[in-house]
């Protein structure tokens, strides 16, 4: 069950709706990115999986970098950069709904689309976490469903002699292959994210020492087989100019394949996905806001709940409104780079308090990864982070907004807790 999750978390937009991105950086060699970005991801999961043995308490990287630095304010930047990239990954779904996967129903402009899907995401999530699971749970199954499609219409080309595989091994590009390589592992490198997000599901596990690592390990190692399988098959099925110009790559390798499969049929699916997407996010983002403003970090106004649904309606307010700016003002590709970067910051602390944590004896069970992997997971996220892959400026120009904002927070509540203390102090030298 747990593996599950993990996989459900993992699987999403991201293989639905940049494929088309990463083929126009690498060509047929869609595969080696998400080759790439696996390895990387496989390295910081396993930090992941060492921290959660020894902390076995859903809070994630906020709670290993607070154990490993002991800073409030690097714990808070932590946690809301955390919170940042689930809103900045529902704004990239939002727009990839509005993408030609849509367009196989009903045309409109895609930042109408965006609005109006994220406004019903936040109707869902006000409505309670029960609805919002059940729904994620019946969107998990369709759109793995989807994917083992491509991976069927992929295996049935290569039975038949259809596709051209050879076209898998070329590298098309005008810059050197390692920086195209880069470049097109950072958009695939979004494709893996939520592996993260399973060190929550910690207080849930019977045997969390034992039994996360492995469901971990074993989702993302499906997730990633999956992801090869889907690459190889769009390289083989259709020319990577004609998916690099598309907003719907696996839709193009249905209408290639010779599988009778209604394209409508497939962009629904799709479209579910890219939905379940923002959904996870939402609900994500909207509950770590209450969590902080619940424990002090921001204004307590964020912690107020619904009576009787029991959501957090400012919170909800909060990441909804958010997640608009970012849709009306960013596009997909873009969107997607903003939260790669943002959570490689994140990785980047995790690995780093995984080394510093080496100090804490491991409770008995626990898993150790080798040395060598935080080590080199710090490296890989450090060096994916840079300008090096040619990320654009508005990229970190938008990362910088957020991470501003979740300055702002911080200082008011700073403000807040000061002016408190000296009422408190106040009113106590008044009745002395």
């Given at each position: ?33 998400f080759l790439i970005a696996f390895a990387l991801a496989f390295l910081t999961g396993s ?74 995401t936040a109707v869902l999530n006000a409505r309670g976490i029960e609805e919002s699971a ?222 510093v944590l080496r100090r804490e004896p491991a409770p008995p069970g626990a898993y150790r ?64």
């Open positions: 069950m747990l593996m599950f999750l993990v996989l459900g978390d993992v699987l999403g937009s991201g293989i639905y709706a940049l494929t088309g991105q990463i083929a126009a950086d690498v060509g047929g060699m869609i595969w080696a990115p930090s992941y999986a060492e921290l959660v043995g020894k902390f076995p308490r859903a809070a994630g990287a906020a709670l290993y970098a607070d154990q490993a630095f002991r800073r409030p304010p690097l714990t808070f930047m932590v946690g809301f950069t955390v919170l940042a990239a689930g809103v900045t990954s529902t704004a990239t779904a939002a727009r990839a709904i509005g993408g030609k996967y849509l367009t196989e129903f009903v045309t409109a402009p895609a930042v109408s689309v965006a609005v109006v899907f994220i406004l019903l059940r729904v994620n749970l019946v969107l998990t199954v369709i759109e793995l469903a989807g994917l083992l499609l491509i991976v069927g219409i992929g295996a049935y080309a290569l039975v038949t002699g259809t596709g051209e595989p050879r076209r898998a091994f070329e590298l098309r590009t005008d810059e050197p292959a390692p920086l195209a390589l880069l470049a097109g592992t950072t958009l695939a490198f979004y494709a893996l994210l939520g592996f993260e997000n399973s060190v929550n599901l910690v207080e849930e596990a019977r045997r969390p020492r034992r039994d996360l690592p492995r469901a971990l390990f074993g989702g993302m190692s499906i997730a990633g087989l999956i992801y090869l399988f889907v690459a190889f098959t769009c390289a083989t099925l259709v020319d990577p100019d004609v998916l690099a110009g598309s907003s719907a790559p696996l839709l193009e390798v249905v209408k290639a394949s010779d599988v009778p499969v209604p394209p409508k049929l497939f962009a629904a699916v799709a479209l579910v996905a890219v939905a379940n997407t923002a959904l996870i996010n939402m609900v994500m983002a909207s509950r770590l806001v209450y969590g902080m403003a619940a424990q002090g970090a921001i204004p307590a106004v964020f912690a107020r709940v619904l009576p009787g649904r029991r959501t957090p309606p400012v919170a909800i307010a909060l990441v909804t409104a958010l997640a608009l700016a970012l849709a009306c003002t960013g596009q997909l590709a873009g969107l997607a780079d903003t939260t790669v970067l943002l959570l490689l910051l994140v990785f980047l602390i995790v690995n780093v308090s995984a080394l990864a080798p040395t060598w992997a935080p080590a080199l997971g710090a490296l890989s996220c450090a060096t994916l982070a840079t300008p090096l892959v040619h990320r654009e400026g508005t990229v970190y120009l938008r990362a910088l907004g957020l991470l501003t904002i979740a300055a702002v927070l911080l200082a008011a509540q700073k403000a807040v807790s000061s002016r408190t203390t000296r009422g408190q102090r106040g009113g106590r030298t008044t009745a002395v």
